[in-house]
């Protein structure tokens, strides 16, 4: 039997279940389809992938070209629609059945319907995709799952799991001896005309992509440093590799296994303990199950303007202050000092996101979906479930019953950069200004904000007045 493995969010061999799958082929052909229609602009003028995302899918997809050698195949990446690129090298290479991952996001979903109409007769096969627990291993049906987290969590909680992910494995079945494989080399960076992405020295993932990079990072911080035991402390850092794991990258692309992560996070406890920090890291891993839930249960509705609650005013005006919170140039220090880092990193601390997410809806009055779109084109760990779902949570339309949630983007400052560091180290105009001004240099004189080159507040919200001149 000769067999084709899609590979979409899913760059990796370990706990791959359609993998495992295609061991019994005679024959396989590992292919990554690159879509065209990822560089596009969508309704809110972003692109469904940017400079860093795509620096950081290149790298993951040479990871995983190298692991496939390595074992005795070779990755296939053709550029085009998924529903005409399978076809054809289902019909080329005379292949029987088509293998991937399941899928949660609406239009990744209407991908592999497209894809399965085309193929007619030919099978395809979907495995359990990227989730914690499968659909049978929740606690309930899925339309009777908690619409709260914090219920949905105590209903996870209350039973006891246990994962046990396969690992890669050691062989693949071969190509096709007529697949000649200089026709389907990786692309290049720029070949996706989005210019180059640099090295970043401050950066906060100073790592690479791919399986390697994110089996390396769950090894150092669970098992070498041990960083794990300190990250209830650490979580709300903002500058730094250490602050926080860092394992949504490779989650978001799937070069890291959520149930590997789960299972290690197990181990780690059972020889060392659990203690706080141990618990909340498995708490931000049951957040990212529930808002894959929250996905799957209401699919489309997520992205509209009222999201989950159709009835809920979120704002829907756009204007020139949405260009100025993109560019870090808003006037406000810690928001801006968060959008240049992600406009030049493809990362923010989920802190800095918290904030700058608020700042947009609530104090600008902004469409929240514009919002969600730039993190989409932006971040390296962009998630459909977990992006749109925190932007729709924060904006008040998602599914938990409170208001929206409101951040005090000044208090929020002198809490978590009470030293004006973060925002120094992203905005060198403020690094000349006394410690105490460098949250709110839209004190100065008019014409010393000038000198520095630096946008002046529009105007200062009343809920700032208590921490103008304190310090945290």
């Known amino acids: 039997m000769r067999a084709l493995l899609w590979f979409k969010q899913d760059l990796r061999l370990d706990d791959h279940p359609a993998l495992q799958t295609a061991l019994s082929a005679n024959q396989l052909l590992p ?10 602009l969508d309704e809110f003028g972003s692109r469904r992938i940017g400079v860093h995302r795509a620096r950081f899918l290149l790298e993951s997809l040479t990871a995983l070209d190298s692991a496939l050698r390595q074992r005795g195949s070779k990755l296939l990446v053709v550029t085009g629609k998924p529903e005409e690129v399978i076809v054809q090298m289902v019909e080329q290479f005379d292949v029987q059945q088509v293998l991937t991952l399941d899928e949660i996001a609406p239009q990744e979903r209407a991908s592999l319907a497209r894809v399965r109409e085309s193929l007619g007769g030919v099978p ?7 989730a914690l627990f499968s659909e049978a291993e929740l606690p309930c049906p899925l339309d009777q799952l908690p619409a709260v987290y914090s219920q949905f969590r105590a209903l996870i909680d209350a039973r006891q799991y246990v994962f046990q992910p396969q690992g890669a494995p050691e062989q693949l079945p071969p190509l096709p001896e007529s697949v000649d494989t200089h026709g389907f080399s990786l692309p290049t960076q720029s070949q996706f005309g989005l210019g180059d992405a640099l090295s970043i020295a401050p950066s906060a993932f100073p790592f690479s992509g791919g399986e390697l990079a994110a089996q390396a990072r769950l090894r150092d911080y669970l098992w070498d440093s041990q960083g794990v035991r300190q990250y209830k402390e650490t979580r709300n850092g903002m500058i730094g ?3 926080s794991s ?11 296994s959520p149930r590997r992560t789960a299972a290690e996070l197990r181990r780690h406890e059972s020889l060392y303990g659990a203690n706080e920090s141990t618990y909340w890291l498995w708490l931000e891993l049951l957040w990212r199950e529930f808002f894959r839930c929250t996905l799957q249960r209401h699919g489309q509705a997520l992205f509209e303007a009222g ?7 979120a704002p829907q005006h756009i204007d020139e202050r949405f260009d100025r919170w993109t560019q870090g140039r808003t006037g406000m220090p810690l928001v801006d000092a968060n959008m240049r880092e992600l406009s030049a990193t493809g990362f923010m601390s989920n802190r800095g996101r918290q904030v700058v997410a608020s700042y947009l809806v609530s ?9 969600a779109a730039w ?7 962009y998630d459909p479930a977990s992006n749109w779902g925190n932007w729709a949570y924060l904006a008040g339309v998602g599914s938990d019953p409170r208001l929206k949630r409101t951040f005090n983007a000044l208090k929020q400052a002198r809490q978590y950069d009470p030293h004006g560091e973060y925002v120094s180290l992203w905005i060198p105009e403020l690094r000349s200004l006394p410690e105490h001004l460098r949250h709110t240099p839209f004190l100065l004189p008019h014409l010393e904000l000038e000198a520095i080159h630096y946008p002046r507040l529009e105007q200062i919200p009343e809920a700032w007045q208590q921490h103008l001149n304190n310090v945290a």
């Open 31 to 40: 292919l990554y389809v690159l879509d065209p229609a990822l560089l596009q």
């Open 124 to 130: 395809l096969r979907i495995a359990q995709g990227n």
């Open 241 to 243: 590799s250490e602050y």
């Open 246 to 256: 860092k394992f949504s990258p490779w989650l978001a692309n799937g070069s890291l």
């Open 307 to 313: 999201g989950l609650k159709a009835t809920a005013r």
């Open 363 to 371: 104090d600008l009055q902004q469409d929240w979906r514009h919002g």
């Open 375 to 381: 993190f989409e084109e932006h971040l390296i760990d």
